[in-house]
């Protein structure tokens, strides 16, 4: 099939008059900043940045970044003060509501008309070596990709970053873990196309490496994807790229050379019903635990690591207790509760276990191994005996796991212990399927089919 790329662009791209217009109003935006900081005498200047800055931003995606820098000689706590001032000014005076929300320091986010900006506090470097806090770099991304990219070039990262959002890779929160749009930009100025891009991640091995200002600094990393930044070479760009996102990519990069379809660049809906997944759960004779618990509203790269935390944790008592996970995912709902699923393909023990001892030629310890437990026996080389396990249902064992005076023995953050300790749902998958919102339909489906967003 011959894809026609025009006709994708058209559907992801803003038209020439979005643009102006989006553009106009960050200018007015930026002159309400600059009008009040002349009246409080503050010394700072404005920049547009971001996707939108360097004309790769989706038509769905046409946030607002505005970043206010203030010079190196203002301390951390005026530029916080005065950012978020100068931020919740402007959002008041355009009549939005504003939101303080937290990266490496507070900044203002305000709705104003159908927009999301970000008022973001910075300070005015000329390179990275004087850098403060790691939202300075960003100008220094923005001025590196309006230098080096062309209006095609912007294209080309439009269609991938469209493709990537469609195959769950694109964006490099925790909740995805994937490529972040700067790296997007980066792959397109290494490898000029979309097309090539994937071409050349289809035959991508593990820590690959680009470098596109040849500083040598590869080796300093050992993550699956190595990009090191234009303009900081002791940073990887891709740092926050999962070994599970990255080898996605490659997976989703061969199926579609292979049989290119505009399909990849829409989000596959698949239809499905409770009765359906209930069916699949039961045929493949395992038993799947859910585990459904309230989270705080707070940024998800906060509640996503804790929630992530969690399920790891889980899993690895389970497999401690012999009974063996197949498959630990999670998610969280609209309404911001936590769902872990745990599938077993053991969840059901016997009440007895063998449990080894010494060597049979270690005197010493075989002598105390004895005593412990006189009715122990050997089994080829060494001393064996039969225990009591302390839990024969995975269910059981998660109860108690999940008791305040046991929770010492899980590793959970400090906002999911809280939450655990106020109330919970542990239950069947079947059970749970029953009573679930149809939203949820997708998540479940996702667990039993994780690539079916890579292939169409």
């Not at 971001?50 to 989706?58: H, I, P, Q, V």
């Not at 973001?120 to 220094?140: E, M, N």
Request: charged share 30%.
């Amino acid at each position: 099939m011959i894809i026609i790329y025009d006709e994708i662009l058209a559907d992801i791209k803003p038209t020439i008059e979005q643009r102006k217009r989006i553009l106009k109003f960050s200018d007015n935006l930026m002159n309400i900043i600059l009008e009040y900081a002349k009246e409080l005498n503050l010394d700072v200047e404005c920049r547009l940045v971001g996707s939108m800055a360097k004309k790769t931003s989706l038509k769905s995606k046409a946030d607002i970044d505005i970043f206010m820098t203030f010079p190196l000689e203002y301390s951390e706590e005026k530029l916080k003060e005065y950012g978020l001032l100068l931020g919740e000014y402007c959002i008041d005076k355009a009549g939005g509501k504003a939101e303080k929300r937290y990266a490496s320091h507070p900044y203002m986010t305000g709705l104003i008309e159908e927009f999301e900006i970000d008022f973001v506090p910075c300070y005015r470097i000329s390179d990275s070596s004087q850098l403060k806090s790691a939202v300075d770099r960003t100008i220094l991304h923005t001025d590196y990709i309006q230098s080096h990219m062309s209006d095609g070039q912007a294209d080309e990262v439009l269609l991938l970053k469209k493709f990537m959002s469609a195959i769950n890779t694109y964006g490099a929160n925790y909740k995805v873990s994937g490529f972040s749009g700067y790296l997007c930009e980066l792959l397109i100025l290494e490898y000029d196309s979309f097309e090539n891009v994937l071409k050349n991640a289809s035959e991508w091995r593990l820590h690959q490496e680009i470098d596109l200002e040849n500083y040598g600094t590869c080796k300093n990393f050992k993550d699956a994807l190595i990009a090191i930044d234009p303009t900081d070479k002791n940073r990887n760009v891709a740092a926050a790229l999962t070994m599970q996102k990255f080898s996605e990519f490659i997976v989703a990069s061969r199926n579609y050379l292979k049989n290119p379809s505009p399909e990849y660049f829409k989000d596959r809906k698949v239809k499905t019903d409770r009765i359906e997944l209930i069916n699949e759960f039961n045929d493949r004779n395992t038993t799947c635990l859910m585990l459904s618990f309230n989270m705080p509203q707070l940024p998800t790269d906060v509640i996503y690591p804790q929630v992530n935390k969690t399920c790891n944790s889980l899993e690895k008592i389970s497999n401690s207790h012999d009974f063996k996970v197949l498959k630990a995912k999670y998610y969280i709902d609209d309404n911001n509760r936590a769902h872990i699923l745990i599938e077993y393909e053991v969840a059901t023990l016997s009440k007895l276990k063998l449990h080894y001892g010494p060597l049979v030629t270690d005197v010493k310890n075989t002598e105390n191994f004895i005593a412990r437990h006189p009715d122990c026996y050997v089994k080829d080389k060494k001393w064996v005996v039969l225990k009591n396990r302390k839990y024969t249902h995975s269910i059981e064992l998660l109860e108690d796991m999940l008791k305040e005076e046991n929770m010492h023995m899980l590793k959970l953050g400090k906002n999911a212990k809280e939450e655990l300790l106020k109330e919970y749902e542990l239950e069947y998958i079947n059970d749970y399927i029953n009573d679930m919102d149809e939203s949820e339909f997708m998540d479940i489906y996702t667990f039993l089919h994780p690539n079916y967003r890579l292939i169409r």
